[in-house]
Structures are given as C-alpha cells and as structure tokens.
C-alpha cells in the first residue's frame, strides 16, 4: 500500500520529481506516425551550464529503455545543470523487415545535428555537446563517435550542413564488437537484419573506427554481464588508448545488465559519482 500511494503522489505531481521534456523534436520534417525519430528535451534545473548530451537508450534495437536508460538519466543531467535529450531512434525487427542500419547511425547524426542547430535556442553551447548510450544504445553512440563527418556543406537543408561530430562520449554496458565471439547477436540481428553483409559487420565493429578525432570517453560496465561480455568495453578501451584518446573504464565486480541509473547495490551505483567528477573535469558539470 505504501509504494501505490507513492506512485499515486509522483503521478500527480510530476514536476516534483522530473523535469518536464521542453520540446518534442521530431528528426525529419516527414511525420509517418507516433514512432517516428524524435528527440525529448529536458530544461536544466537552476544554474545551467554550457553543455547539452543526447542519451540513447538501450533496448538491443528492438526496443527502447525510456524510462531508466532514458528519462532517469535526463533527469539526472537536468538536476546538475546539464541539458539534456533522449533520443528514439529508428528500431529493426527480428525477420530484417524493419529499419536497418545505416538508418540508426543517419538517426545519431540528425540528432547531434538538430541539437547544434537549437543551441542557441536553449543557452547551451554548440562545442559542448555529448552522447550517452546504454547497451545497444552505446552501440549507437560508439558509432556516431567514429563515424560521425563534418556536414555537408551543398546540402539544400541547412541542419545537414552542420557537423555531427559530439564533443564528448559516455558507455554504459555498451555493445561494441560485432564480428567476434563477445557479440551481442541479438542486436546484430535487429541492425543488420538475418544476412548481414560482411562488410557493415566490419564498419559497425567499433572497437575497429577508433581515429585521432574520437571523442574523449568513460565506459563502465561489469564483468559478470551475461547479456553483453565485458569484452566489449575492454577492447573499446585498449583502442582509444591505443589512438591517444582521453578514456575511463570502470569494471565492477558484480552486476547485471541493462542497470540504469537506479541501483540498490551500494558499490555498482557509484558510477554515477565517478561519471559525475569525469563530467567536471571535462567542463561539462559544474564542481
């Protein structure tokens, strides 16, 4: 009983505990229906900083974790300051008829791209943009960090003239090989579709993209996931550092997937601490 009344409280006054989304921001001008490509806006609470942060959700690309690899998070950003977007991106299906790579990745860059282009709308600023993904989500933003391009500058839509390149990178749980034995293969499925060529395989292995332009990253994850192997982030790790690249990896003993932000166990919920102090000295938190 106790727990229902809670939820009744939170549910009628939901500006007390979340920021509300200042914008729905559709990613194409086309609207085909509820599920199209969108970006949710959240205002920082108090003094703003100069940084914003597109957060993707997990959800293997077949799904989206909203709520705790999406709206938690932007609130958590909003809380310090930060503004903040979740992204709904383009999902696959299991028998390949669904959308399929290279949409996702066209979906990461309309996004970084629109956020640049509503900068000066918000107060933030246009060299301080970040991404943030979970699981397949880290996937996505792992791509965009290595396959992102400077804009075209004869397009006849001026949003795709800007640079889709973020400022910086945050993985959680992130899937990233897509060619060897730690593949999440369901998320490979969902991409790429039941025959993937061999070619995408190779071009969606992130760990493989790493350029002196990759962005500055923290990774954290654990070691027991039996969703998506630590391999994953390891590799990703040894790469930038292998290019020079600023990175953090965080590797807790115990934890499942798809943790979110919220988490009982006392030491897996310090990434959030550890993130937080990596975002200060990166400028984009205030200390």
């Known amino acids: 009983m106790?727990?229902?009344l809670i939820l009744i409280i939170m549910l009628s006054f939901p500006n007390?505990?979340?920021?509300?989304?200042?914008?729905?921001?559709?990613?194409?001008?086309?609207?085909?229906?509820?599920d199209d490509p969108a970006m949710f806006a959240y205002k920082p609470k108090g003094i703003a900083t100069k940084a914003a942060v597109i957060i993707f959700p997990g959800g293997g690309y077949q799904g989206l974790a909203m709520d705790h690899e999406g709206l938690q998070v932007a609130q958590w950003y909003a809380d310090r300051g930060c503004f903040a977007y979740v992204l709904r991106y383009s999902l696959g299906?299991?028998?390949?008829?669904?959308?399929?790579?290279?949409?996702?990745?066209?979906?990461?860059?309309?996004?970084?791209?629109?956020?640049?282009?509503?900068?000066?709308?918000?107060?933030?600023?246009?060299?301080?943009?970040?991404?943030?993904?979970?699981?397949?989500?880290?996937?996505?933003?792992?791509?965009?960090?290595?396959?992102?391009?400077?804009?075209?500058?004869?397009?006849k839509d001026d949003i795709d003239k800007i640079s889709s390149l973020p400022n910086f990178c945050v993985l959680g749980y992130?899937?990233?090989?897509?060619?060897?034995?730690?593949?999440?293969?369901?998320?490979?499925?969902?991409?790429?579709?039941?025959?993937?060529?061999?070619?995408?395989?190779?071009?969606?292995?992130?760990?493989?993209?790493?350029?002196?332009?990759?962005?500055?990253?923290?990774?954290?994850?654990?070691?027991?996931?039996?969703?998506?192997?630590?391999?994953?982030?390891?590799?990703y790790y040894l790469a930038l550092r292998s290019k020079g690249i600023p990175a953090e990896l965080h590797i807790f003993e115990h934890g499942n997937h798809g943790l979110g932000l919220l988490v009982d166990d006392f030491a897996i919920r310090q990434w959030a601490s550890l993130l937080e102090n990596w975002l200060i000295r990166w400028k984009v938190l205030r200390q």
């Not at 505990?17 to 086309?30: G, P």
């Not at 669904?98 to 956020?115: I, N, Y």
């Open 2 to 4: 106790k727990y229902i």
């Open 16 to 34: 007390t505990f979340f920021s509300q989304a200042a914008d729905t921001i559709f990613l194409y001008k086309q609207k085909n229906g509820q």
């Open 93 to 155: 299906k299991f028998d390949g008829s669904g959308h399929k790579h290279p949409q996702m990745l066209h979906d990461a860059k309309r996004a970084l791209r629109l956020a640049r282009h509503h900068a000066d709308k918000y107060g933030y600023s246009q060299d301080l943009i970040g991404i943030m993904g979970f699981s397949a989500g880290g996937h996505l933003a792992s791509t965009l960090a290595n396959h992102s391009d400077s804009g075209d500058p004869l397009a």
């Open 174 to 235: 992130p899937v990233i090989n897509m060619d060897s034995d730690y593949t999440h293969w369901g998320s490979r499925r969902f991409l790429l579709g039941p025959t993937p060529d061999l070619e995408d395989i190779q071009f969606l292995s992130n760990e493989k993209h790493v350029t002196v332009s990759t962005p500055p990253t923290f990774i954290f994850t654990t070691g027991d996931d039996n969703v998506v192997p630590v391999q994953n982030s390891v590799s």
